[in-house]
């Protein structure tokens, strides 16, 4: 287990014993691991009791897919065992989400002093902390090293870095849920988008994105992706939509003790 774990020190201690986990429990079909912490497809692979001992020995556990009809329930049910919910959008998309990459790839390319680079095991240490610095700078917090350069599970890290080395922008998809999960094992996470303020407005998130997504589905397979949007987060909904996600009817649901993360959440 490498130790590349990200953020301030609650964070990188969240990520760590997350790590340890996907190592306990990755083998079995309920659970979900992107590289952040373990949590549950949804609430029919474990109950609310479930979810609020996962984010107790972790710190933080999500449910992936909620339906809305069940949010204020679930909210109220974490609120009451004194752990701090979050309630994102879900958007998704399959074939409109290929077909939008195709045509954004086709038709839009990096800016010239920027070259896109895939993180792997021979990336550099100074790269990932370059890319960690402006992620986290961004509010977002990277998954756990192992996930971001593919050696845990299918996976896929993008940073657009500029001649002086310095990651400026990235995205990165990862596999989820179980691959034997029936719902969910064919749906990979996608996200992880952050530009540094100095070059936003430069269409760097959607072509790493876009190029994300498709490099999922040549190496993995994949044809269906999610992320998770907190509500009036615009940039981000206007890149879902640009690349072909659409809101449905779930939610995300994290679940925070605030007792190891004291902001209440893990990432933006
Ligand atoms: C979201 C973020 C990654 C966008 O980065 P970016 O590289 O500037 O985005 P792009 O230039 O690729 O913009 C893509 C589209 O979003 C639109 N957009 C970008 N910022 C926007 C804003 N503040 N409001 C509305 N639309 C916006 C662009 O106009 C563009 O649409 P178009 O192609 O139709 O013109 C960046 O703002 C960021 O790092 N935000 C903080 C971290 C964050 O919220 N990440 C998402 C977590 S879910």
Same mark, same amino acid.
């Given at each position: 287990?490498?130790?590349?774990?990200?953020?301030?020190?609650?964070?990188?201690?969240?990520?760590?014993?997350?790590?340890?986990?996907?190592?306990?429990?990755?083998?079995? *079909?309920?659970?979900?691991?992107?590289?952040?912490?373990?949590?549950?497809?949804?609430?029919?692979?474990?109950?609310?009791? &479930?979810?609020?001992?996962?984010?107790?020995?972790?710190?933080?556990?999500?449910?992936?897919?909620?339906?809305?009809?069940?949010?204020?329930?679930?909210?109220?049910?974490?609120?009451?065992?004194?752990?701090?919910?979050?309630?994102?959008?879900?958007?998704?998309?399959?074939?409109?989400?290929?077909?939008?990459?195709? *045509?954004?790839?086709?038709?839009?390319?990096?800016?010239?002093?920027?070259?896109?680079?895939?993180?792997?095991?021979?990336?550099?240490?100074? &790269?990932?902390?370059?890319?960690?610095?402006?992620?986290?700078?961004?509010?977002?917090?990277?998954?756990?090293?192992?996930?971001?350069?593919?050696?845990?599970?299918?996976?896929?890290?993008?940073?657009?870095?500029?001649?002086?080395?310095?990651?400026?922008?990235?995205?990165?998809?990862?596999?989820?849920? &179980?691959? =034997?999960?029936?719902? &969910?094992?064919?749906?990979?996470?996608?996200?992880?988008?952050?530009?540094?303020?100095?070059?936003?407005?430069?269409?760097?998130?959607?072509?790493?994105?876009?190029?994300?997504?498709?490099?999922?589905?040549?190496?993995?397979?994949?044809? =269906?992706?999610?992320?998770?949007?907190?509500?009036?987060?615009?940039?981000?909904?206007?890149?879902?939509?640009?690349?072909?996600?659409?809101?449905?009817?779930?939610?995300?649901?994290?679940?925070? =003790?605030?007792?190891?993360?004291?902001?209440?959440?893990?990432?933006?």
């Amino acid at each position: 287990m490498k130790d590349e774990f990200f953020g301030s020190d609650d964070q990188r201690a969240l990520l760590r014993r997350g790590r340890g986990m996907a190592a306990v429990l990755g083998q079995n *079909q309920r659970y979900s691991y992107y590289g952040r912490t373990v949590g549950l497809p949804g609430p029919e692979d474990g109950d609310i009791d &479930h979810l609020a001992a996962l984010a107790t020995v972790q710190g933080s556990a999500t449910y992936l897919t909620v339906p809305l009809n069940q949010v204020e329930d679930i909210k109220a049910s974490i609120e009451a065992r004194g752990l701090v919910p979050m309630v994102y959008d879900k958007w998704e998309g399959a074939r409109s989400a290929l077909a939008a990459a195709r *045509q954004l790839v086709a038709t839009l390319s990096l800016p010239e002093d920027l070259t896109m680079v895939q993180l792997d095991a021979s990336t550099s240490d100074g &790269h990932v902390a370059s890319l960690a610095e402006m992620a986290l700078g961004c509010g977002v917090l990277p998954p756990c090293g192992e996930v971001l350069r593919g050696l845990l599970r299918p996976a896929v890290c993008l940073v657009a870095m500029d001649r002086s080395s310095k990651v400026v922008s990235c995205a990165a998809s990862s596999a989820c849920a &179980h691959k =034997d999960h029936p719902r &969910h094992g064919g749906q990979a996470w996608w996200g992880m988008l952050a530009t540094d303020p100095a070059r936003r407005g430069q269409r760097l998130s959607v072509v790493l994105g876009a190029q994300a997504l498709l490099e999922m589905e040549t190496r993995f397979g994949f044809g =269906d992706f999610m992320t998770g949007v907190e509500p009036g987060n615009a940039p981000s909904e206007v890149i879902c939509a640009r690349l072909g996600l659409s809101r449905g009817s779930f939610a995300i649901i994290g679940c925070t =003790d605030p007792r190891a993360l004291a902001s209440g959440r893990m990432t933006k």
